[in-house]
């Protein structure tokens, strides 16, 4: 029988993966100086720099990757046991270990639905994550566009833009106001109160 790697959680919860060595933030505003020869004012924000240094997006990440390395360990502890029983299975057919065909075949079909269970919680744990995952994305959406509506009430840019990967092939500095929205995200964020069963076992270590 198929062996079920888990691979698919992992990758959601390597999508916002968090960096705490990130630089330190500039307290200072960054300056209004987006200002093209046509008169129209443009900046951007860089996606990988607000995805390690907004704290939200560092504590749901590690929410995520919890939520991941849970799910592997459950799914890599269910399918080493299927197959330790498919190997036993086996075992006992080339030893003529059952008293009948009518016994191995109904270990057999036990076995084929442990398989068809371990197959329904992988797709299951992955809804889940994707779920999740989609919720964090919407939340850093909306947290994302509040907080530039009223950030943009003094500043007037006519165009901010999102800078992920080459998506912006170049861009001068004085259109980045990246480390200013990340300031100011930073100051607006609440984290939600821990647990007190969490709190406690953070004490313990």
């Known amino acids: ?24 933030m500039d307290e200072q505003p960054a300056t209004a100086a987006g200002n093209s020869a046509s008169g129209v004012k443009i900046a951007y924000v860089e996606v990988d720099s607000l995805m390690t240094q907004y704290d939200f997006a560092k504590d749901y990440s590690v929410t995520l990757q919890k939520k991941s390395n849970n799910a592997r360990n459950t799914l890599t502890q269910k399918g080493n046991a299927l197959q330790a029983a498919v190997n036993n299975f086996q075992q006992k057919i080339n030893n003529n270990g ?15 639905r442990q398989q068809r269970d371990l197959q329904e919680l992988q797709a299951r744990l992955e809804g889940e994550l994707a779920s999740e ?40 500095k004085k259109f980045d106001i990246t480390q200013d929205v990340i300031n100011g995200l930073n100051k607006r964020y609440k984290p939600a109160a821990k647990p007190a069963a969490e709190e406690k076992k953070e004490e313990k270590k």
């Open 133 to 172: 995952t989609a919720k964090f994305n919407e939340a850093l959406r909306d947290s994302l566009q509040n907080f530039l509506k009223d950030y943009n009430k003094d500043k007037n840019y006519d165009l901010i833009l999102s800078k992920a990967g080459d998506n912006i092939l170049l861009g001068g």
């Open 98 to 112: 059952f008293q009948s065909r009518e016994q191995a075949a109904g270990v057999q079909a036990a076995l084929e």
């Open 1 to 24: 029988m198929k062996k079920y790697i888990f691979s698919a959680l992992a990758i959601a919860a390597m999508m916002v993966s968090c960096n705490n060595a990130g630089p330190k």
